[in-house]
């Protein structure tokens, strides 16, 4: 079993940043691949990126590629999720997921479980 809980969000400007992070309770916390997922308004969940269990590989989507980056704390057992270069139609409640195994997964199925979410809204 693994307890996500996000951290972080909030109100920014656009062109600012703001960095959520993750945290996870449970074992093995290495075992497990991270991502983060958002869901705006009236649309469906999508993915955001992802990190492998080791740490070592990172995917993004293409609409935050190049602006979002995902790191990991294996010690800690964070997944922190920083935002630069923000943009109004990043506004969203973003959730973060943990996938059994160490391969990084792009839908929302492959996730067992999931976070409570954590707002961000960026003005324009």
């Known amino acids: 079993q693994v307890q996500l809980v996000e951290s972080g969000g909030g109100l920014v400007q656009a062109g600012g940043s703001l960095r959520l992070s993750c945290a996870a309770s449970?074992?093995?916390?290495?075992?497990?691949?991270m991502g983060w997922f958002r869901r705006a308004p009236g649309k469906a969940r999508e993915f955001v990126g992802g990190i492998s269990g080791s740490g070592g590989r990172t995917y993004y989507s293409d609409s935050v590629k190049g602006r979002f980056t995902i790191s990991r704390d294996t010690a800690k057992n964070t997944v922190d999720l920083q935002m630069n270069s923000l943009k109004p139609e990043d506004t969203a409640l973003y959730y973060c997921a943990a996938a059994a195994g160490p391969v990084i997964r792009y839908r929302t199925s492959e996730y067992d479980y999931w976070g409570q979410g954590t707002q961000v809204s960026v003005s324009s």
């Open positions: 449970g074992r093995a916390f290495s075992s497990y691949a």
